[in-house]
């Protein structure tokens, strides 16, 4: 099994920054890869990035630029950098981890909530 423990969300004026954390335990070394998503209220969960163990990054094309994944192996947590944050960068973001031990599994983290106001 693998825990995933989301921090760092929080409220920030528009323009601003937060770093969400993700720190992974368990059987991390079955991980084949962490994204980070996030759901607004009254609309679906969707991917905002991904990286995977080798260090490959996946974005939502509408987050290029802005956002940045990156992982630190040694801590077993994956970041999310959230530079000129917008109002509808609001929403409760989680994190997920992916992987196979025989069969394949993913497990969420609780979610923190971001919240951007104008």
């Known amino acids: 099994q693998v825990q995933l423990v989301e921090s760092g969300g929080g409220l920030v004026q528009a323009g601003g920054s937060l770093r969400l954390s993700c720190a992974a335990s368990?059987?991390?070394?079955?991980?084949?890869?962490i994204g980070w998503y996030r759901q607004a209220p009254g609309k679906q969960r969707e991917l905002v990035a991904a990286?995977?163990?080798?260090?490959?990054?996946n974005y939502a094309d509408s987050l290029k630029g802005r956002f940045t994944i990156s992982r630190d192996n040694a801590k077993n947590t994956v970041y999310l950098q959230m530079n000129s944050l917008k109002p509808e960068d609001t929403a409760v973001y989680y994190c997920n981890a992916e992987g196979y031990s025989g069969s394949y599994w993913d497990y969420w983290g609780q979610g923190t909530q971001v919240t951007v106001s104008s």
């Open positions: 368990g059987s991390t070394f079955s991980i084949n890869a």
């Open positions: 990286i995977s163990s080798g260090g490959s990054t």
